[in-house]
């Protein structure tokens, strides 16, 4: 069933929160382009006047923790994003966003792996401050006895690749995967140099980004993975007391579960 909310800028009342915009180049530069309508930096240019672009660049906002270290709540990379007004701005400009988490628990001496999916459309209203958020549609991808050779969670990931990939629609959309797994892997996935698992990369339309689920509800992307999180526990939850899981009117047992196979 679809969801709605109304979603307006605030800044958050608890550990002072950092928005800050990551930028490193493999020279030294004198001057750089910052396009404000793609919030982006273009390139920079070196002593010797030649134009080079950026080794890292990424956004991100965090907090410094008790521990003294830091905390990062979201990250997105190859952009400049330093507020949420900007983020919810830039996530407007994507067709579909898919938030995704997944947990795993022993459940009769199976390892039950739940990824909660949770699809979100964010719209522009006449108030520049308030966007507003759709959830047309949620649900679980469950398997089990996940192989060695592929985390559960990104496993995960690949279920809904695979889902994008069989909707020839979606070719057309620009589709903006969430996720609280791998962040250091993050950019590489994004720009093709790394695959998700042996030949399958993130799809051409496609990116990923940064939410942190178990952090308090700073914005949308960390809501959005909390959402995901519920999901995921309550499918958990049902199977360990139940034995089984419903999907609709169907209810399907442990041992129906499927276990993939790579």
Request: proline share 6%.
């Given at each position: ?28 530069i004198k001057a ?53 007004a900007d983020l ?145 526990t309550l499918r ?27």
């Amino acid at each position: 069933m679809g969801r709605s909310k109304k979603h307006k800028n605030r800044n958050p009342a608890k550990k002072p929160r950092l928005h800050t915009a990551i930028v490193g180049y493999p020279v030294p530069i004198k001057a750089f382009h910052y396009d404000r309508e793609k919030m982006t930096i273009e390139g920079g240019i070196a002593y010797d006047d030649s134009t080079v672009k950026p080794a890292v660049l990424f956004s991100q906002t965090h907090y410094i923790g008790q521990s003294g270290k830091e905390k990062v709540l979201t990250r997105i990379h190859d952009q400049v994003i330093p507020n949420e007004a900007d983020l919810m701005l830039y996530l407007s400009s994507f067709d579909l966003i898919i938030g995704v988490d997944t947990n795993t628990k022993e459940v009769r001496g199976d390892l039950v792996s739940a990824s909660g999916i949770v699809q979100c459309q964010v719209r522009p209203t006449s108030d520049p401050s308030i966007y507003n958020v759709e959830f047309p549609q949620s649900g679980a991808s469950l398997f089990r006895n996940c192989p060695q050779e592929i985390p559960p969670e990104k496993y995960g990931w690949l279920c809904i690749i695979e889902s994008l990939n069989r909707d020839r629609r979606n070719v057309a959309r620009t589709v903006c995967l969430v996720s609280d797994h791998d962040l250091d892997n993050h950019g590489h996935y994004n720009s093709r140099t790394l695959p998700i698992f042996r030949d399958t990369y993130l799809p051409s339309n496609c990116i990923i980004v940064y939410g942190k689920g178990d952090s308090s509800q700073d914005n949308l992307l960390n809501y959005l993975i909390r959402l995901c999180d519920k999901e995921s526990t309550l499918r958990l939850k049902e199977i360990s007391e139940k034995g089984y899981c419903t999907n609709g009117a169907m209810n399907i047992p442990l041992s129906r579960i499927p276990v993939p196979t790579i």
